[in-house]
């Protein structure tokens, strides 16, 4: 298998490439654009990288929706934020248990492929 960064009119898509072993064209499985979990934007602006775990968006998009707030305790899988990419709500979700410690944008941030969104600890 493969990983590939393709950009499509400035969004941005990880995709993985499965090659079999026949001569024809190999079947493709693409993963849809994930962007990773992020949390809230605190009132005062916290500083970036507050926490140890970093999560951060895996796609160009816009901030639509904060689920979570810093100090709240989150478990592997929980929504810290929704993100609207190519006009779907993507939601991003913590990657492991752990306290938001940071969050890095607010509704209506657009963000890029990579940015960070928040932290947790």
Request: no cysteine.
């Given at each position: 298998m493969k990983n590939y960064t393709i950009t499509v009119n400035g969004n941005v898509y990880d995709v993985t490439v499965e090659e079999n072993g026949?001569?024809?064209a190999a079947p493709r499985r693409a993963a849809a654009p994930v962007a990773a979990?992020?949390?809230p934007k605190a009132a005062?602006?916290?500083s970036a990288g507050a926490g140890s775990?970093?999560?951060e968006a895996g796609a160009a998009g816009k901030v639509f929706k904060i689920e979570k707030n810093v100090g709240d305790?989150?478990?592997k899988g929980d929504t810290v934020l929704v993100l609207e990419i190519m006009k779907m709500e993507t939601p991003v979700v913590a990657p492991e248990d752990g306290t938001?410690?940071?969050i890095d944008v607010a509704v209506?941030?657009?963000v890029e492929?990579?940015?960070l969104l928040a932290t947790l600890n």
């Open positions: 026949s001569t024809g979990p992020a949390a005062a602006a916290p775990v970093k999560i305790a989150v478990k938001v410690a940071s209506g941030d657009a492929a990579g940015k």
